[in-house]
């Protein structure tokens, strides 16, 4: 009985408020209990203290019972409640058909097969709305994809065709003879009938066979397309070179140089126009040229 005397002791002790306050931690309690010697009460405070105990358990599980009852009488009420609203849902619901019937009577739907007619009127037009609307949105939806497909297509061509002329530019390159040129340039034509760029090396290659005027019609070509090709307007001047009119050639050959200045040494270096940079008339053109340039810059 001590021992239980001693350990109560030491539970008081552990958890009183009273120890905190002494500052004694739980080895010196422990040391304190083992050293104890006599008891430190009598039989009648231990069974006092036992009879606390079993008091205060006899409380708890009373208190545990309350509990389980209250949550216990708390579920039955909530049954008895959804019980009650869907019996009160169920009683409305009937009511408010019986209602509605008797309005769809006074108004002069007297039987259910009446009623029965309608509803399938009604069903039947709603549905074949809702045919006509997908219909309308699936055409669109075809018309759309046709769309995307024919720009796909398109674009896959257009990158074949590109590629293609990119091979045929390669080769046009690799070639020496000029004739074989002018044959890959009207391959490139066919794939792109308005390629600039290929009309004018064409017209650069037919002036080297010697064929200034079939050169002179391909640069007025293009520049029906692009009024502003530069490039044009150069072989223009060196075919009207060849064809020793002058004149026109120093008209096109300051066309050339007024969009692209680079143009003035390509000039002097070109045999083609060697003709024409002996000219006078080219010379004061060259001048008037430079001096511009040089206010320009100043």
Avoid at 161 to 168: C, I, K, N
Avoid at 195 to 222: G, M
Wanted: proline share 2%; hydrophobic share 40%; charged share 30%.
């Amino acid at each position: 009985m001590s021992r239980v005397v001693a350990i109560l002791l030491f539970t008081f002790l552990t958890f009183s408020p009273f120890s905190s306050a002494q500052d004694e931690t739980e080895s010196d309690v422990q040391q304190t209990v083992d050293t104890l010697e006599e008891p430190l009460y009598s039989p009648f405070i231990e069974r006092y203290m036992l009879d606390e105990l079993k008091q205060l358990r006899i409380d708890q599980e009373k208190t545990k019972q309350e509990l389980i009852q209250q949550i216990v009488d708390r579920e039955h009420k909530s049954v008895d409640r959804a019980v009650a609203y869907a019996t009160d849902t169920v009683t409305y619901f009937f009511y408010l058909i019986a209602a509605a019937t008797s309005v769809l009577v006074l108004v002069g739907w007297t039987s259910i097969r009446d009623i029965k007619e309608r509803v399938h009127t009604i069903a039947e037009e709603e549905i074949s709305k809702i045919i006509r609307q997908s219909e309308k949105r699936l055409a669109e939806i075809e018309t759309v994809l046709k769309q995307e497909t024919q720009n796909i297509q398109e674009n896959r061509d257009e990158i074949e065709r590109t590629q293609e002329v990119q091979s045929l530019w390669l080769r046009a390159q690799r070639e020496s003879s000029f004739a074989s040129k002018i044959e890959i340039y009207d391959e490139i034509l066919k794939l792109r009938h308005n390629d600039c760029d290929a009309l004018t090396y064409k017209a650069d290659a037919v002036l080297e066979l010697n064929e200034p005027n079939w050169a002179v019609n391909l640069c007025h070509q293009v520049l029906k397309i692009d009024p502003d090709n530069s490039h044009a307007f150069y072989q223009l001047a060196c075919a009207y070179t060849v064809l020793e009119q002058y004149d026109e050639a120093l008209r096109y050959i300051a066309e050339a140089i007024k969009r692209r200045d680079s143009y003035l040494d390509d000039i002097r270096t070109d045999p083609a126009l060697e003709p024409l940079v002996t000219n006078e008339v080219f010379q004061e053109l060259s001048n008037l040229i430079a001096g511009s340039s040089e206010e320009s810059n100043g």
